[in-house]
């Protein structure tokens, strides 16, 4: 059966709604203006935001809130809380992206995020708490590639990077989960699948593997969890609209039919308020993620409106 675009374009309606309520005095967009996270949740929302229209002042407002809360070496952390020993190498490219897409300079983050690439190509996460063996997990370097893409930048230091991802894809064509990554592997490979696209790969057997991977997975309500402990973790919402955006990145017709399940059980499970749920951020108690999952699932519905299978 068909998806009605107007159930569509109101779904969109009701999360922006969520989105713009959620919004603090200083500019952030978080749950009860938890500084904690802060950073983290408002770039994701800034992101969704941008993508749909007449939300210039709320957008604003919460690029200033970034703005403010840069660090005197020019990276970003998750939170507005200052450290002088942290940084975040996945909020900072975020940050460097909504910057430059609303006319900020951002030759100087630039600058930070390639003097912290390692000679292998990859980068660290720069969160001293982050077990040793995880400080380089493929969502990462990801999240930098994907940003230096989107902003024309390409070079033999991106090519080296993508080498590395390349080296770290599985032979089930995900990239892996570890729970301090979302617990999921739909985390890193929506950003190292947009990275392919950036690159012209999603034609690439790595590229199929990793879809044929998310299709794979799949529940038969049309959802994505791959639930392996009992812990408190990122919500099956989070989980889903993480997935769903893997295959709108580049999907062909053989991909419609999952999209259009994974779409309608997304439609479903959004709140009363607006909302997605996005369950508890594992290792980090009383951080709920819904900001986060209703960001990347406003971004889902929009992508499906735009695409013509």
């Not at 982050?130 to 493929?138: G, V």
């Not at 594992?282 to 409106?305: F, H, N, Q, R």
Request: charged share 30%; aromatic share 12%; proline share 3%.
């Amino acid at each position: 059966m068909k998806i009605d675009d107007k159930k569509i374009q109101n779904s969109i309606k009701q999360g922006v709604r969520f989105l713009k309520r959620n919004q603090n005095l200083n500019g952030s967009i978080c749950l009860n203006n938890d500084k904690t996270w802060d950073i983290w949740d408002t770039v994701h929302a800034i992101i969704a935001l941008n993508e749909i229209s007449n939300n210039k002042n709320t957008i604003d407002k919460a690029i200033n809130h970034i703005k403010n809360s840069q660090r005197s070496d020019y990276s970003f952390f998750i939170s507005s809380l200052y450290n002088k020993n942290q940084y975040c190498m996945e909020t900072t490219p975020l940050c460097a992206y909504t910057l430059e897409y609303n006319n900020d300079n951002v030759e100087k983050i630039i600058d930070f995020i390639f003097k912290k690439q390692k000679s292998d190509g990859s980068w660290d996460s720069g969160i001293p708490e982050i077990y040793q063996k995880y400080q380089n997990f493929p969502s990462v370097t990801g999240q930098v590639v994907r940003t230096l893409l989107k902003l024309n930048i390409k070079n033999s230091k991106v090519e080296r990077a993508i080498d590395w991802l390349d080296k770290k894809q599985l032979k089930d064509g995900s990239w892996g989960s570890f729970f301090v990554y979302y617990d999921t592997p739909f985390y890193p490979m929506h950003v190292i699948l947009e990275s392919y696209k950036l690159m012209n790969m999603e034609n690439s057997k790595k590229y199929r593997r990793a879809i044929n991977y998310i299709k794979r997975v799949q529940n038969k309500d049309g959802s994505w969890y791959l639930d392996r402990k009992k812990r408190e973790k990122p919500s099956k919402e989070h989980r889903t609209s993480l997935a769903l955006y893997c295959l709108l990145i580049s999907p062909l017709d053989e991909d419609k039919s999952t999209i259009d399940k994974g779409i309608k059980w997304l439609l479903k499970s959004q709140k009363t308020d607006g909302s997605w749920a996005g369950g508890t951020f594992v290792g980090w108690p009383g951080k709920k993620e819904d900001i986060y999952a209703t960001s990347t699932s406003i971004l889902c519905m929009k992508k499906y409106l735009d695409k013509k299978f």
